[in-house]
């Protein structure tokens, strides 16, 4: 086994070694540098940041005058954005072989700050509702700026983006003809006064019902369920563009491929309403004549047809060519799609459905190479063929080892099993594994379902088959916990995600639970019912800021003849995913020194990540967390808490960010450590 993990960890070194030589071969074009003098308020590090994306473009063609000029300009616009409305920079250059040095003068002027924001003619709306369009920048690390303690920035872009809001706001709520504008006063210290001056106007309502001119296929009165809009409501701007939206999308997925809308307004101010007709050109009603397919050199003509939605005889419909679209690119299959109708020679009313796809290269082979607290060193690696056959299927082989064990997997999975939203998966599994108080073996396969109820809901319904061992067990560890087990078992578990993002996620939520079966019915040595489940949540506080929550808890409640749930299947606590303060799995009962484990566990966990202004990728948090594990699960939620208090630092990566956390044991028994520092890859929790 010993021999298999150091294999495994070689073949990850070479690949990455391979990886970085291949890297080296690449030599930049050009060596560029940048010089700054004059710049006392703002650092050179931070300019070269500002200069980062222009700084690509002159590595690869140069420096020469006009692109100096481009380079004092962009220094300039950030010295502006920062509040210095009064800067000015120049640039000379130099070249010495193939190293182009950019030297930047800078008169860097009086910084501006905001001394107050006074509004006049506002009745609609109060000062402070307007004062939030204007999103000042403040200055220094959490706002805190060396000059004025906390004052906002004054910058021109930022006032007049404030006084588009307020324009914005007021016709939202049906002010079409309000006007705003802005006065700037500044001082001799760089305080600027802001006065913004509102004409509010009258107030236009839809105060008639719409007219509609053209509308032959349809009852009017369903053509006006669609539009969505009564007598009485406010009249915006954009309305005549939305209503123009919903009478196309109402016609298009009905089979009018070549109706015409024109909406038109007629506003009132004296009476303070507004009129709207709209004007329908329908066309001819269109139906799918052929679906015609190309591109697909390694996929079979059926994977596509299963996910488009429109078939020979159809009406048209833009609404099933959306899903179409979006099924296909969902596949994986496909790095680009394109769907378009084109008229059938000689006829008015029928279509064409040209399908073009490209693919992507069916094999995909990587690796991954990490750390971790417990695990050091550790690897990954795996070769997976996404389109088996050309049939869309997928077959994935997976190799991993670390200094405290390795396991080795294979899956097929029928993404499309009947529907788009149910798919099948059966895998095959082996993983050894050395823990701290004992080693553990289980191999066995898994047969699972899963249906995507909407893009946020998973559902997975799984048996699984496996053997359970646990060998080389502590002196220490009661005998009646160390027995092996085949085990069969079914599962329900649905999932929640609302993130805006798997790897990095500013907001949201995910919501998980897992309701395990096991019992001699099925042919299992155990019987037990297994409840686990997660809730996260990521708060946004802005400039970066964000409050991430987590609350775990599970039981595992034997059944029947089954009286002791073996040291392998039950519950451990602490490490670097739980109780930071802890090494592995020394959060909970102990003999003799010896983590055992338990039936029941709770564990929350709290995080107050920021920017650190040292780079763009680094990132530090704030964490608390707390937790038990229970001997026995009738005691789920009680006994001792232990907790941990500490900092960390993370460097995003494209696959996760690395992480290194210094966690306090604020509440430690005899015996017990002062805390904990673990390194790893990705979030916590």
Same mark, same amino acid.
């Given at each position: 086994?010993?021999?298999?993990?150091?294999?495994?960890?070689?073949?990850?070194?070479?690949?990455?070694?391979?990886?970085?030589?291949?890297?080296?071969?690449?030599?930049a074009?050009? #060596?560029?540098?940048?010089?700054?003098?004059?710049?006392?308020?703002?650092?050179?590090?931070?300019l070269?940041?500002?200069l980062?994306?222009?700084r690509?473009?002159?590595?690869?063609?140069?420096?020469?005058?006009?692109?100096?000029?481009?380079?004092?300009?962009?220094?300039?616009?950030?010295?502006?954005?920062?509040?210095?409305?009064?800067?000015?920079?120049?640039?000379?250059w130099?070249?010495?072989?193939?190293k182009?040095?950019?030297?930047?003068?800078?008169?860097?002027?009086?910084?501006?700050?905001?001394e107050?924001?006074?509004?006049?003619?506002? +009745?609609?709306?109060?000062?402070?509702?307007?004062?939030?369009?204007?999103?000042w920048?403040?200055?220094?690390? +959490?706002?805190?700026? %060396?000059?004025?303690?906390?004052?906002?920035?004054?910058?021109?872009?930022?006032?007049?983006?404030?006084?588009?809001?307020?324009?914005?706001?007021?016709?939202?709520?049906?002010?079409?003809?309000?006007?705003?504008?802005?006065?700037?006063?500044?001082?001799?210290?760089?305080?600027?006064?802001?006065?913004?001056?509102?004409?509010e106007?009258?107030?236009i309502?839809?105060?008639?019902?719409l007219?509609?001119?053209?509308v032959?296929?349809?009852?009017?009165e369903?053509?006006?369920?669609?539009?969505?809009?009564?007598?009485? !409501?406010v009249?915006?701007?954009?309305?005549?563009?939305?209503?123009?939206?919903?009478?196309?999308d109402?016609?298009r997925n009905? *089979?009018?491929?070549?109706?015409d809308? !024109?909406?038109e307004r007629?506003?009132?101010?004296?009476?303070?309403?507004a009129?709207?007709?709209?004007?329908?050109?329908?066309?001819?009603?269109?139906? /799918?004549?052929?679906?015609?397919?190309?591109?697909?050199?390694?996929?079979?003509?059926?994977?596509?047809?299963?996910?488009?939605r429109? #078939?020979?005889?159809?009406?048209?419909?833009?609404?099933r060519?959306?899903?179409?679209?979006?099924s296909?690119? @969902?596949s994986?299959?496909?790095?680009?799609?394109?769907?378009e109708?084109?008229?059938?020679?000689?006829?008015?009313?029928l279509?064409?459905?040209?399908?073009?796809?490209?693919? %992507?290269?069916k094999?995909?082979?990587?690796?991954?190479?990490?750390?971790?607290?417990y695990?050091?060193?550790?690897?990954?690696?795996?070769?997976?063929? /996404?389109?088996?056959?050309?049939?869309?299927?997928?077959?994935?082989l997976?190799?991993?080892a670390s200094?405290?064990?390795?396991?080795?997997?294979? !899956?097929?999975?029928?993404?499309f099993?009947?529907?788009?939203?149910?798919?099948?998966?059966?895998?095959?599994?082996?993983?050894?594994? #050395?823990?701290?108080?004992?080693?553990?073996?289980?191999?066995g396969?898994?047969?699972?379902?899963?249906y995507?109820?909407?893009?946020?809901?998973?559902?997975?319904l799984?048996?699984r088959?496996?053997?359970?061992?646990?060998?080389?067990?502590?002196?220490?560890?009661p005998?009646?916990?160390?027995?092996?087990?085949?085990?069969?078992?079914?599962s329900?578990?649905?999932?929640?995600?609302?993130?805006?993002?798997?790897v990095?996620p500013?907001?949201?939520?995910?919501?998980?639970?897992?309701? #395990?079966?096991?019992?001699?019915?099925? *042919?299992?040595?155990?019987?037990?019912?297994? /409840?686990?489940?997660?809730?996260?949540?990521?708060?946004?506080? *802005?400039?970066?800021?964000?409050?991430?929550?987590?609350?775990r808890?599970?039981?595992?409640?034997?059944?029947?003849?089954?009286?002791? /749930?073996?040291?392998?299947?039950?519950?451990f606590?602490?490490?670097?995913s739980?109780? @930071?303060?802890?090494? %592995?799995?020394?959060?909970g009962p102990?003999?003799n020194?010896?983590?055992?484990?338990?039936?029941?566990?709770?564990?929350?966990?709290?995080?107050?990540?920021?920017? +650190?202004?040292?780079a763009?990728?680094?990132?530090g948090?704030?964490f608390?967390?707390?937790?038990?594990?229970?001997?026995?699960?009738?005691?789920?939620?009680?006994?001792?808490?232990?907790?941990?208090?500490?900092?960390?630092?993370?460097?995003?990566?494209?696959?996760?960010?690395?992480?290194?956390?210094?966690?306090?044991?604020?509440?430690?028994?005899?015996?017990?450590?002062?805390?904990?520092?673990?390194?790893g890859?990705?979030?916590?929790f």
């Amino acid at each position: 086994m010993r021999a298999g993990r150091v294999a495994m960890l070689w073949v990850a070194a070479c690949l990455g070694a391979a990886v970085r030589a291949a890297e080296e071969e690449k030599p930049a074009i050009y #060596e560029v540098e940048f010089e700054f003098e004059g710049n006392e308020q703002l650092s050179s590090g931070e300019l070269r940041d500002a200069l980062s994306p222009l700084r690509a473009d002159l590595r690869r063609e140069g420096v020469e005058d006009g692109s100096a000029d481009d380079a004092a300009y962009e220094v300039q616009r950030h010295y502006e954005s920062q509040g210095f409305r009064k800067a000015a920079v120049t640039a000379s250059w130099s070249r010495e072989a193939d190293k182009f040095t950019i030297r930047f003068r800078v008169v860097e002027g009086q910084r501006s700050f905001v001394e107050n924001v006074d509004f006049r003619g506002n +009745l609609r709306f109060d000062d402070e509702a307007l004062e939030r369009c204007f999103a000042w920048r403040r200055t220094g690390v +959490l706002g805190v700026g %060396k000059t004025v303690l906390g004052a906002p920035i004054f910058t021109d872009d930022v006032a007049a983006d404030g006084v588009s809001c307020v324009i914005d706001l007021y016709q939202l709520e049906g002010f079409f003809f309000v006007e705003a504008r802005s006065e700037i006063e500044e001082d001799a210290e760089g305080k600027v006064r802001v006065r913004v001056e509102v004409d509010e106007g009258p107030r236009i309502f839809i105060r008639e019902e719409l007219r509609l001119e053209g509308v032959r296929a349809f009852p009017e009165e369903e053509v006006r369920r669609a539009l969505d809009i009564s007598v009485g !409501e406010v009249f915006v701007p954009r309305l005549p563009l939305i209503l123009k939206s919903r009478v196309l999308d109402f016609y298009r997925n009905r *089979g009018y491929r070549f109706v015409d809308v !024109e909406v038109e307004r007629e506003i009132d101010r004296e009476n303070e309403s507004a009129r709207l007709t709209i004007r329908v050109e329908e066309g001819p009603l269109n139906r /799918i004549h052929a679906v015609n397919l190309s591109g697909n050199r390694k996929t079979y003509d059926w994977v596509l047809r299963n996910r488009i939605r429109l #078939e020979p005889g159809d009406l048209y419909s833009e609404e099933r060519i959306r899903e179409s679209y979006r099924s296909l690119l @969902r596949s994986g299959l496909f790095s680009a799609v394109s769907m378009e109708t084109s008229p059938v020679p000689g006829s008015e009313d029928l279509l064409d459905l040209d399908v073009n796809v490209s693919e %992507k290269s069916k094999y995909k082979l990587g690796f991954l190479a990490g750390w971790g607290s417990y695990e050091l060193v550790r690897g990954k690696v795996f070769f997976e063929n /996404i389109n088996l056959f050309g049939t869309g299927h997928r077959a994935r082989l997976e190799a991993m080892a670390s200094l405290r064990g390795e396991g080795v997997s294979g !899956e097929y999975l029928n993404p499309f099993f009947f529907h788009e939203k149910l798919s099948h998966k059966v895998e095959g599994f082996y993983e050894n594994r #050395e823990n701290p108080s004992f080693d553990e073996r289980q191999y066995g396969a898994d047969n699972a379902f899963s249906y995507r109820a909407t893009d946020n809901l998973r559902v997975t319904l799984s048996h699984r088959l496996r053997q359970s061992e646990v060998f080389d067990a502590s002196a220490a560890i009661p005998p009646e916990l160390v027995q092996d087990a085949l085990i069969s078992s079914v599962s329900l578990s649905p999932v929640v995600d609302l993130r805006n993002s798997i790897v990095d996620p500013e907001r949201g939520s995910t919501h998980r639970l897992a309701v #395990e079966y096991a019992g001699s019915a099925l *042919g299992s040595e155990l019987d037990f019912t297994r /409840i686990t489940g997660q809730t996260s949540l990521v708060v946004p506080l *802005g400039a970066g800021f964000r409050v991430v929550g987590s609350f775990r808890a599970g039981v595992i409640i034997p059944l029947q003849d089954t009286d002791i /749930i073996p040291l392998q299947e039950r519950f451990f606590s602490g490490g670097d995913s739980s109780i @930071r303060s802890f090494s %592995k799995d020394e959060a909970g009962p102990k003999v003799n020194g010896d983590p055992i484990g338990g039936e029941a566990f709770t564990t929350y966990n709290l995080e107050l990540r920021f920017p +650190l202004l040292v780079a763009e990728e680094l990132r530090g948090a704030i964490f608390g967390d707390m937790g038990t594990v229970n001997e026995f699960y009738e005691d789920f939620g009680g006994g001792r808490y232990f907790y941990a208090v500490g900092v960390g630092i993370r460097y995003n990566t494209p696959v996760g960010p690395l992480r290194v956390d210094a966690a306090y044991n604020p509440d430690r028994a005899e015996g017990e450590e002062w805390g904990e520092v673990h390194f790893g890859l990705g979030y916590p929790f």
